[in-house]
């Protein structure tokens, strides 16, 4: 099956590039793949395709604002595996990454010591799209800010692990992480034989968990999923998620707030609502705070929160930290309210705001990748390597009218791991985002959602941009090498 696999540049996850030679903790799976062969694989992967469809796995694209069909997320079947003592350095990486957000997230919310002790400029807070003034002295439950978060992570061309973004507001993609787990057992179950995989199938009922956690002042709280409506690219996610917890699935329209409290309207008269884990940005939440155009908020909501008589998951506010420029001084905030070395390091990241940094930026556009410090999706972002003439000069411009809105990173050699392509298995490159979840406790979702650039060559993984995602699998160490903590075995 894999005798005209070829890992390209950089780190193949399945094959030593020298030796083109694959690893041997890899052997056993390589081995049951070759007794499936391409044939059976590429039957059971187009049948993978129609049950996910089946199941309902879709997103939408909105296009130039226009409502575009629905598709599934490509799903590819080759698992990627990672080692569990590789994993459980990850996870204390994560978790010390979000202890030293939401500390951050609680100072510049309240009283701003950091900016204050010159740690992070304070222009680099208040000119964020993700600040939000109107939050300043809300204390919240166990200083709990980001409860749902999904960090994304990279291996990079010598296997280290690296943050490349911080998705802490709404961060999207669990249910497809979920089902790829049920499609491959349901599919591929020869892969699964003689191997420890970690399951994934609780995640559900560890969410539900947290986000009761986060309102201590009832022992049984009502908890809510908040969405924008069918039409958002991500409501198959509220939707299943919203069933698989047990709890109702809302729209601003259903809740009031009245006397002090939030209320669900119900075919019984109101209930109470302590709890919303909400699915929408902050502009749209509170239309007597934020957009007062909102149609898709709840008037008074954050009075509410203010009163400590509802929480929401994740607190209005934590975009600030999703900001790209914020995502830079994550070091800083570690050392200052940890005073710990950080356990996975980000990625290298020039600031356009600073003269130096702008100037490097310029002068080597096309070895750079350059992103919107806003933006998600893989939208306003240029690959240098990979743009035209006119396309560097035009982010030449941008960055030099505002170079506030950008920050740049090397190209990176993004980890591969083989993956159908046209019916041939080709090296694609791989991001990935593990979900945790904050209440009392912590919990990672072992493994996470790969993401994957299946246009050949390509290094932007984003759904939104053609690209997919494949089963992760943390098994037993005799299954997979682990590595030294951070860093794989080079070959």
């Given amino acids: 099956m894999f005798t005209e696999y070829r890992p390209t540049s950089g780190y193949d ?63 590819d079947p080759l698992p990627r595996l990672i080692g569990s003592s590789e994993w459980q350095r990850l996870e204390q990486g994560l978790i010390q990454r979000l202890e030293a957000i939401d500390c951050f997230l609680a100072d510049v919310y309240g009283p701003q010591q950091i900016l204050k002790d010159g740690v992070i400029p304070r222009s680099d807070v208040e000119s964020s799209a993700g600040w939000r003034p109107d939050i300043q002295g809300i204390t919240l439950p166990l200083n709990r800010w980001c409860h749902v978060s999904g960090l994304d992570l990279i291996r990079d061309g010598e296997g280290t692990w690296r943050v490349l973004e911080d998705n802490l507001r709404c961060p999207s993609g669990v249910a497809y992480f979920l089902e790829n787990r049920r499609v491959m057992k349901r599919l591929f179950p020869s892969l699964f034989e003689g191997r420890t995989v970690q399951p994934i199938d609780d995640y559900p009922s560890h969410l539900l968990r947290t986000l009761q956690d986060i309102a201590p002042w009832n022992d049984a709280p009502q908890v809510v999923l908040l969405t924008p409506g069918v039409y958002n690219s991500a409501y198959f996610e509220h939707s299943y998620l919203a069933q698989q917890m047990g709890i109702p699935l809302v729209e601003g329209r259903d809740l009031v707030c009245e006397d002090s409290r939030v209320w669900m309207r119900s075919t019984n008269g109101l209930r109470a ?43 209005p506010g934590t975009g600030v930290a999703d900001d790209k420029l914020i995502y830079a001084h994550v070091p800083a905030m570690i050392h200052y309210y940890l005073g ?62 505002n170079p506030r809105n950008f920050i740049a990173q090397p190209t990176l050699q993004l980890s591969t791991v083989p993956s159908l392509s046209d019916g041939e298995l080709y090296p694609c490159h791989v991001d990935l985002r593990p979900y945790v979840l904050r209440g009392k406790s912590n919990w990672v979702s ?33 299954h997979v090498s682990a590595g030294h903590h951070q860093e794989a075995v080079p070959c």
């Fill in 340 to 401: 710990e070395e950080p356990i996975i390091e980000n990625v290298p990241t020039y600031l356009c705001s600073r003269e130096s940094d702008r100037q490097y930026v310029l002068d080597h556009l096309e070895h750079l990748v350059v992103k919107s410090v806003a933006e998600a999706g893989g939208y306003g972002m240029l690959i240098g390597a990979q743009a035209s003439r006119s396309e560097l000069a035009c982010f030449d411009a941008k960055i030099r009218a």
């Fill in 273 to 315: 609502v302590d709890v919303i884990y909400r699915r929408i940005d902050d502009d749209f939440l509170d239309p007597t705070v934020f957009r007062s155009d909102s149609i898709l908020g709840i008037p008074g909501l954050i009075e509410v929160l203010r009163q400590g008589k509802v929480a929401i998951a994740n607190a």
């Fill in 446 to 478: 072992p493994g996470g959602l790969t993401r994957v650039a299946l246009k050949r060559g390509s290094l932007v993984v984003n759904s939104s941009q053609g690209g997919g995602c494949k089963d992760t699998w943390i098994v037993d160490e005799h």
């Fill in 13 to 75: 996850e399945y094959f030593c590039r020298r030796e083109e030679a694959p690893r041997s903790s890899l052997e056993p799976l390589l081995s049951s793949l070759g007794q499936m062969g391409i044939a059976e694989l590429n039957r059971n992967h187009a049948a993978a395709s129609h049950l996910l469809r089946r199941l309902g796995a879709t997103f939408r694209l909105n296009e130039s604002g226009i409502h575009s069909g629905e598709r599934i997320l490509p799903f």
